[in-house]
């Protein structure tokens, strides 16, 4: 079961807005490049995991509209616009498969200047 | 409000064994799939297993198969992870997740987590 690729880092500084790529391997039809369900998850150091994006493109309850996302052919991105301190965290990607297994991404590591 | 809670988790030699637990509450157990997933230190998310709402039905990624045992008691509101034949390899916090699943749509989500367990294998 391959990993989903992420950068290993991004950064921005407070206000502008910057994207993670999540990149699914074109030869194997089971991770993103064919299904809709694609998560993203922010984590800060020490803390849990918490969903952000789901199906792709949705926003769960209580999660800013600064954070978007989208999907185009293998590749899925989050975008986080107007950058705040508190966006300094780890980035995650994930997708069930028609293995019925999920992957993630490496991480991506935010860095707000 | 929705909690998972694990537990268990600590300091086990290689080849030992380890059982987590995870207690659920604010919402309905038996109604959700449920997963653990792992973090080893310093390193990305590993989806470990994940069960059906009535245990029927389990999955595991393939370097714990055969060594872990997902399960879960709806009427303790609980879902559990053994662990056999410990190596360092499997060093990590252990998650409790709560999964959103349409199976045969392979639409799927983790939310929300618990705060994690820390298992060291370790000599």
């Known amino acids: 079961q391959s990993a989903l690729t992420q950068p290993a880092s991004v950064s921005g500084s407070p206000g502008q807005s910057i994207s993670i790529s999540c990149t699914g391997t074109s030869s194997d039809s089971s991770d993103v490049g064919d299904f809709k369900s694609v998560s993203w998850y922010q984590q800060h150091p020490g803390k849990a995991p918490r969903l952000i994006i789901y199906d792709v493109n949705t926003r769960p309850p209580g999660v800013s509209n600064r954070f978007s996302a989208s999907k185009s052919g293998n590749t899925a991105s989050l975008t986080i616009s107007g950058l705040q301190t508190e966006d300094e965290a780890d980035y995650f990607c994930g997708s069930y498969t028609s293995n019925f297994t999920w992957i993630f991404g490496g991480g991506t590591k935010l860095t707000v200047l | 409000e929705v909690q998972l809670v694990e537990s268990g988790g600590g300091l086990v030699q290689p080849g030992g064994s380890l059982r987590l637990s995870c207690a659920a509450s604010g919402f309905s157990f038996s109604s959700y799939w449920m997963s653990w997933v792992r973090q080893a230190p310093g390193k990305g998310l590993e989806w470990v297993a994940y069960i059906s709402q009535d245990g029927s039905e389990k999955y595991y990624v393939d370097s714990v198969k055969g060594r872990f045992t997902i399960s879960r008691d709806n009427a303790k509101k609980s879902l559990y992870l053994q662990m056999n034949s410990l190596s360092a390899e499997d060093t990590a916090v252990y998650y409790c997740?709560?999964?959103?699943?349409?199976?045969?749509?392979?639409?799927?989500?983790?939310?929300?987590w618990g705060q994690g367990t820390l298992v060291t294998v370790s000599s």
């Open positions: 997740v709560r999964v959103d699943l349409q199976k045969w749509l392979l639409r799927g989500w983790f939310n929300p």
